[in-house]
Each structure stands twice: as structure tokens, then as C-alpha cells.
């Protein structure tokens, strides 16, 4: 938020929950099955009108039988009487603790006690929790740090989702004091996945496997949500190297190896998701992607995506302020 300037601003309610609902049901790529992030463009536990706002939201959300799983990403204490309203929710709440090690100056307002804190009340509370751990800067890549935030994590999430930086132009101008070497990508932003300091990957990945052999570790959201859900990979990413290189029970992977069919048998569901796009792209069948014609949003891409489970590739790409990233094939880079 503060590279879109927009702290510490007070928060504003632009739709009520009902008015806001609406727009969601409303919306050409909203679909039952899929995964809904509340509050991405705020934190709902930063003062008591979001917390309360959020509140109300649910309560219409449970009052109207939407099934749509909720997610909620938060870098501050969480309240108890929140914690109490989801316990006694029928919404399913995935809680998202980003916590990854960094403090002031680079990140001014995350307090590392309540963080820590989030884990155990949410554990002691049966909620489910995914670390989100992320992003990655030279300042919070050291072995001590990892092992620090590790320790703190391992005994009370259900398990962690790992990624890089994500930059805009904002990101960079604001962090780049901090490394330098990100401005290089100034302008650029929509063809990187994420940025990582070079070696902190592979180093995370050895580290997690030989501490914590047990505890599942992710590279993407949909396959930490598809672990908390118990549901196989809906997003074409099993069998590529973020599902190699995630620490994954088992049970996961056989559940997401059955899900995982030739596209060319979902091309029935694939006329369906574009019909209801009213997209008339021409489009063929390559190995298991689909190759489209002309161009699509982001939006659209991750809606056709996640309807048939397999990589959609567009030619030409309407950016619409949402990150790119590896459902766009945007590399991860290291510097």
C-alpha cells in the first residue's frame, strides 16, 4: 500500500458489504469454486473500522450462502473477538500471516511480536493458517534470519507460501536504497515474476527440506490453498518445477495427480469459461495449453486458467494493474 500512497491514510468504506458482494457475484470471472482475498488493498485488522467492516462483510457473505472460501492477508494483530467471530462463522477464513523477517526502516509498521503472537492465537484458536513468506530482500536473506522466522513459524502454521519481490515501478523507487540493483527493472515490471536475492531460493529450499522435512512449503498460492483446503492443484501447476521444488505431503500429490487430465478432455468446460467471457478468440490445443488469439487481461487468463487447469497463453496481454507472474509464464529473477 504505501507504494500506492495510500499510507498511513485513514481507511475509507467505498462499498457497503451488501453493495459490495453484488459486484462480486456480478463479475464475468467470479466462479463458486474459487478462492476470495478480502481486503488486498488494505489490511482488515489495522484499526477497528476495518476490523468491524470486515465483520459485517462476512456476516452478509454467510447471510447470503456464498461457499466461496475466504483468504485474509495481514501483517497486524488480529483480535481476539475476530478470532472468536471466525471461529463461530459457518465462512471458511484462511488466514494469511506475512512475516518475513523484515523491520524498520523497510517495512515501518509490522511489529514482530504480534506477528509471532498471530501464530500461536490462531493455532490455539484451530484456524487455518498459511505463513506467507514473502518478500525476499538482501536485509531478511541471511541463514540467521531464515532459521529466526523458521522457528518461529514451523510449530504453528499449517504451512508456508514462499516468494520473492514483486515490483512496480513504485516498489522500486521506494526500495532501492535499500538494493540497488532492482532499479535496473524500472519500466519493465510487467515481464518479472519476482525478484530474489541470488541464491536465496535454493538455500530456502535446502534449508526447509533438512530442518523441517515435514512441514509443506510452497512457491505458489494455489497450491498452499489447495494443501489447506484438501483439494488437488487447480491452477497447472502441478508437475512443473514450483511443484518439484515445494516440500509437499504425499496425500497432496496423489490428490493432484488424479486432477491432472489432458486440457483436450475440458475443452467442454474451456467454450463454457469463454462463452461466459464473450470471448471469441480463435484458439487451439498445444501439448496441455491452451493457445489463444488476440489478446486478454489478466483477469481473464486466471479465470480460463483455473476453469480447465491448464496454462493459458496469450499472444498479447492487456495489463490491468494486477501482478504478472508465473500463470502470465513471467520469470523469477535473481540478482
Known sequence: ???YGMTPKNSEIIAEPKEAIAQLLSSATYHPD????LASETDAFMNKKNTEYFK??????????????????????????????????EAKIIFYLSYSGLTKPIEPTTRIEDLKNN??????????VIHY???????????????EVAKNV??????????????????????????????????IDEQIGSVWPKGTREYLKDFMSAEYPNYPIYWTNSCAVSHQLNR??????????YCGNSNCPPKQRDLCKKNDIPVASREPELKLALDKLNIKNDYKITGNSVVM??????????????????????????????????VLQRPDIEI
Not at 501464530?119 to 487455518?128: D, E, G
Not at 513468506?133 to 532459521?147: A, K, V, Y
Request: charged share 20%; net charge positive; hydrophobic share 40%.
Open 119 to 128: 501464530f500461536i492465537r490462531l493455532k490455539n484458536a484451530n484456524l487455518p
Open 232 to 241: 488437488p492443484d487447480f491452477n497447472a501447476f502441478f508437475g512443473t518445477v
Open 34 to 37: 474459487s478462492v476470495v482475498m
Open 56 to 89: 459485517r462483510l462476512i456476516n452478509e457473505w454467510t447471510n447470503s450462502k456464498i461457499p466461496n472460501p475466504i483468504a485474509m492477508v495481514t501483517k497486524c494483530h488480529i483480535p481476539d473477538d475476530f478470532i472468536k467471530f471466525a471461529q463461530e462463522s
Open 133 to 147: 513468506w514473502r518478500p525476499f530482500l538482501p536485509q531478511n536473506s541471511s541463514p540467521e534470519i531464515i532459521n
Open 1 to 3: 500500500m504505501q507504494t
Open 293 to 326: 488469439e488476440g489478446s486478454l487481461n489478466h483477469a481473464q487468463i486466471v479465470y480460463l486458467r483455473q476453469r480447465v487447469n491448464s496454462p493459458i497463453i496469450a499472444p498479447k496481454y492487456i495489463c490491468t494493474n494486477e501482478w504478472s507472474g508465473m
Open 154 to 187: 514451523v510449530p504453528y502454521a499449517d504451512c508456508s507460501m514462499i516468494n520473492g519481490l514483486k515490483i512496480n515501478d513504485g516498489i522500486i523507487e521506494r526500495l532501492k536504497t535499500y538494493w540497488p540493483e532492482i532499479e535496473k527493472f524500472k519500466g
